[in-house]
């Protein structure tokens, strides 16, 4: 199993970036499909999530109006489509899938994921 993160990189403040995540390796038609960030110092936190298979998507509230989760089944990728980028989003994101969530506190937490992606650096220049 493989996920495969792309996308980052150094945007001025109000500028946009478009991360990729690739899945391979086996079928994520029934997984939720999660972004997470770490900023330098920080925890890992929530940023988005979606499942593969359905049109309902979660938010951290930071995020909330800025940024969108979508996915394009014929790749087998999950993007994240960031506006309005603020210097508070520099982290580094990883892409991540989880099983099942019986919840949406159980969506946002990291330790609740089975596979991980690589992450990519985002960075936002003030």
């Known amino acids: 199993v493989q996920l495969q993160a792309s996308g980052g990189g150094l945007v001025q403040a109000g500028g946009s970036l478009r991360l990729s995540c690739v899945a391979s390796g086996r079928t994520f038609n029934n997984y939720f499909m999660g972004w997470f960030r770490q900023a330098s110092g920080k925890e890992r936190e929530f940023v988005s999530a979606?499942?593969?298979?359905?049109?309902?998507?979660h938010y951290a509230d930071s995020v909330k109006g800025r940024f969108t989760i979508s996915r394009e089944n014929a790749k087998n990728t999950v993007y994240l489509q960031m506006n309005s980028l603020k210097p508070e989003d520099t982290a580094v994101y990883y892409c991540a899938a989880l099983a099942w969530a019986g919840t949406r506190d159980y969506l946002t937490k990291a330790d609740n994921y089975d596979y991980w992606g690589q992450g990519t650096q985002v960075t936002v220049s003030s």
């Open positions: 979606m499942r593969w298979s359905a049109s309902t998507t």
